[in-house]
């Protein structure tokens, strides 16, 4: 018996020394975290299913995955493990790989992998095509079930301690294998994007464009149809009053990622985004992989990636398009069509009428000297648009001078200032182009709500958020109600220039709101 009692004490010395112990502990959370950054590539692959499965394209995503989340699913794991020695009262020293540490911890990974699937599905559903996302979603029940494997054979280690090691260890095995090779299997191999094309318009300007009646289309980012509401109830949106009194008003659905190119291709060509070829504000690129990435996953703080510099962005332009825009279809038509500062019109293509593209002003331009031939047509446009734009920097800002913050204040610079005067301005070049051409359809697109929701809504509601001071309602608490009233003026002079037949349609592609807790 001595020798006995002996060698287990030699054995409980060396199996409870605490580095060792932490090492341990290390090791099962370097492995936890692998598996959570491969699950996360598993996603980033499923919400992709245009990339081909070529290690080219899988081994950097998986390197750079690993580096971006890994090491601190590899960290949050660890620290977790270090709390529960510091409150059991018993010691925990798993083993180097242990069976039943990397049950528990695989569950984890499992099951944040499968609500982050049902979560991007449910989000991204019209994104992807009809059997992408269900292929997706087979992907995200064999996940759960992988989960639920994972979750018993913890429970049975746990309950029945080192009895049957063999089998449990087998059992883990294949499941991981399982969670992990299923997904893909389902998603498919992804193939090469074919080239795009679609049909040009030969005969623009053959024929006289037919005379009619007008439809005239304002585009808005970022406006709340409940904030309309309000504010025109209480007087402050005289215009938006009369379209609200005499017109017909609704709330839309829009498709997600809620960004401009996404959204405003989706109603310019009446297709969802997977057949526009628009999925989201760019494309991803991955550093030393040869396709790009056309959408992120929500929910897992993936544009972090890009403002950390693990992903690189490329802009999308009109050659994005897969399919034919209304003004392309109505030119074809024979209905002249005049577009300004429509998302994805760079460089702009030959229509029966003129297109200002919303690059015409670049954003952060501080010169305001648009030279660029390719960001309007026709080009002989170009004078008259320039000077139609000029003119509006010397004018006064007329009810929005109440609303406007002093220059010297902190937050001078984040205001829209000059998101606000280019909405102005595309405005009056949207004017002075009608009354040449009196275009049969006229659209343009106001950027200024958006920008200035997106500072200066925790000011206007701040009932919604808990933390406004109230010196900066006082200070900050109208700028945005400022802004409606810019685009409540512009939409009076779009009233106004209607005659007995025409149409007005005033459309905001997505809303503002705040965000939920868990968001």
């Known amino acids: 018996i001595r020798p006995s009692i002996k060698e287990s004490g030699r054995v409980d010395d060396r199996r409870y020394h605490p580095p060792v112990r932490y090492l341990r502990m290390f090791s099962n959370a370097i492995v936890s975290g692998g598996l959570g950054a491969a699950y996360l590539g598993v996603v980033f692959l499923q919400l992709n299913p245009g990339v081909p499965l070529f290690p080219i394209n899988l081994f950097p995503l998986l ?30 020293s798993p083993g180097w790989l242990s069976l039943r540490t990397l049950s528990w911890l695989f569950t984890l990974d499992a099951v944040g992998a499968a609500a982050l699937m049902w979560l991007n599905l449910g989000a991204y559903g019209p994104v992807l095509a009809p059997d992408a996302a269900r292929r997706m979603a087979v992907g995200a029940v064999v996940v759960t079930g992988c989960a639920v494997v ?23 095995a294949l499941t991981l294998a399982a969670s992990l090779a299923l997904p893909l299997v389902l998603r498919g191999p992804g193939a090469p994007r074919p080239l795009a094309s679609r049909l040009l318009d030969l005969d623009i300007g053959l024929a006289p464009p037919a005379p009619g009646p007008r439809i005239l289309l304002i585009l ?75 959408l992120l996953p929500d929910g897992c703080f993936a544009h972090g990636l890009v403002r950390l510099g693990f992903l690189d962005t490329a802009s999308h332009s009109a050659a994005s398009l897969r399919v034919r825009p209304l003004w392309s279809i109505l030119s074809s038509a024979g209905v002249s069509v005049g577009v300004v500062n429509w998302p994805l019109t760079h460089p702009v293509q030959p229509t029966r009428g003129y297109l200002v593209s919303d690059q015409f002003y670049r954003p952060g331009d501080q010169s305001l000297e648009p030279d660029d031939p390719t960001a309007i047509y026709p080009a002989e446009a170009l004078a008259t648009a320039r000077a139609a734009g000029d003119a509006v920097i ?3 800002l007329g009810r929005m001078q109440a609303f406007q913050l002093p220059r010297w204040d902190a937050l001078a610079d984040m205001l829209p200032r000059q998101t606000s005067l280019l909405d102005r301005m595309y405005d009056r070049i949207s004017h002075t182009l009608q009354a040449r051409s009196r275009p049969r359809f006229a659209t343009v697109r106001f950027r200024g709500l958006d920008v200035a929701g997106h500072v200066f809504l925790r000011f206007a509601l701040p009932r919604e958020f808990g933390d406004v001071t109230a010196d900066e309602r006082r200070k900050y608490g109208r700028v945005l109600e400022g802004a409606y009233v810019g685009v409540d003026d512009m939409v009076g002079l779009a009233l106004a220039s209607l005659e007995s037949d025409d149409l007005l349609l005033v459309v905001s592609g997505f809303g503002m709101e705040p965000m939920s807790v868990g968001k």
């Open 63 to 92: 390197v750079t995955l690993s580096v971006a989340y890994g090491i601190h699913l590899s960290a949050l794991f660890y620290a977790a493990m270090v709390l529960r020695e510091i409150l059991a009262f018993d010691r925990f």
């Open 150 to 172: 994972f979750l018993f054979v913890g429970v049975f280690r746990y309950s029945f301690g080192r009895r049957r090691g063999a089998l449990g260890s087998s059992v883990l």
């Open 220 to 294: 808005l980012d970022g406006a709340s149809l409940d904030f309309v509401s309000s504010a025109a109830l209480e007087g402050k949106l005289p215009n938006f009053g009369k379209i609200l009194d005499s017109g017909a008003a609704m709330h839309l659905a829009t498709v997600r990622p809620t960004h401009p190119g996404p959204v405003w291709t989706t109603v310019a060509t009446g297709k969802l985004p997977w057949k526009t070829g628009v999925r989201s504000s760019a494309r991803y690129e991955v550093p030393a992989a040869p396709d790009h990435l056309e």
């Open 394 to 396: 010397q004018e006064p």
